[in-house]
């Protein structure tokens, strides 16, 4: 069984399915075909500060590669936890590997893991004792981890949890032509940025967030550090998945006939991904100083950041 090595789970998990059937596509590739890119900023009341991601919901990457590839998905969801380790080995003696959404928080492998019920990997052997798994490059790609504290991390529950979800990729005997795949996907994925499904979602999400960061002198040193370190090596990159979508787009400059349009989009994420880095350093540094004007400068690239995207996007929708 071949393992895909990358730093994003969900494209680690769904690549390594994609490998068994043959298909083999970069990292940034799969990204971009999941129509993957987004932007979320909420407030929850369980959490110190305000939660901010740069991507779509948990599996729903998966659902739209499959969708643009033309691939069969197969998922399954239970509370039962007999019917769910039943359908896992179902799987894996079929010689297929399976993708698992899970909480990272119980993998033996992972160290002083916060509770993360949205992290995803692929399942490819098992026996009367352990799990035989792939997950992303930071995490070592090949582990093992205890079918007991894999089972307690399928049936976490709480925030993006799932309910024991698994899933299964295949290939038609010939798939939709790569250059139409891409077209789509960018559409999509522009028509979403452009038309927010809600007020703290994609650009309307990052001005909220550039009002909200000068606010976050009042948290803790310490939250601070770890919402600057979550933003920026919380097992995506960096720059909250704006590298992988600029490198997704040197890709489609390549394959599409709309050059110009894609060259001026993938420098605008090229600059944007830059701000995002920059955004999580001077969180950083607020909260190493607990200091405010790291903040303030980090609202203003926070709002650069929005426009250089808005009109990257702007560019993508008409292609």
């Keep these: 069984m071949r393992p895909f090595d990358g730093l994003h789970c969900e494209t680690v998990a769904t690549g390594t399915l994609l490998l068994a059937e043959g298909i083999e596509l970069s990292e940034a590739m799969l990204f971009g075909l999941g129509e993957g890119l987004g932007f979320v900023f909420l407030n929850l009341s369980s959490l110190p500060l305000p939660f901010v991601g740069g991507r779509v919901k948990p599996f729903e990457l998966t659902r739209s590669l499959a969708k643009n590839l033309g691939l069969t998905l197969e998922e399954l969801q239970t509370t039962s936890r007999k019917k769910g380790w039943e359908s896992l080995e179902r799987v894996l003696s079929g010689g297929r590997p399976a ?31 352990q799990v035989w798994v792939v997950d992303t490059r930071p995490q070592g790609t090949l582990q093992r981890v205890s079918r007991e504290s894999l089972e307690d991390a399928r049936h976490a529950k709480g925030p993006m949890a799932a309910r024991a979800r698994q899933w299964t990729l295949h290939a038609q005997r010939t798939l939709r032509p790569i250059e139409q795949c891409i077209a789509t996907a960018i559409r999509s994925t522009a028509a979403a940025f452009l038309q927010p499904a809600f007020g703290g979602a994609s650009y309307r999400g990052m001005d909220k967030l550039a009002k909200s960061l000068p606010r976050w002198i009042d948290a803790k040193p310490e939250d601070r550090m770890l919402a600057a370190m ?67 400068a980090a609202a203003d690239k926070c709002r650069g950041a929005a426009a250089m995207e808005r009109r990257a996007m702007e560019c993508l929708q008409r292609l």
Excluded at 99 to 128: I, R, T
Excluded at 243 to 261: C, G, H, M, T, V
Aim: hydrophobic share 40%; glycine share 8%; with cysteine.
């Design 99 to 129: 993708g698992l959404q899970l909480d990272c928080f119980y993998l033996d492998y992972f160290e002083n893991a916060p509770h993360f019920a949205g992290h995803c990997v692929a399942a490819y052997h098992l026996d009367d004792s």
């Design 230 to 296: 979550l933003m920026e090596r919380g097992g995506t990159g960096g720059a909250l998945f704006r590298n992988l979508y600029r490198d997704f787009l040197s890709e489609a400059i390549d394959l599409l006939p709309s050059r110009k349009a894609l060259r001026a989009a993938r420098d605008e994420f090229a600059a944007s991904a830059e701000c995002w880095t920059h955004i999580a350093g001077l969180v950083e540094e607020s909260a190493r100083r607990d200091s405010s004007a790291p903040l303030s």
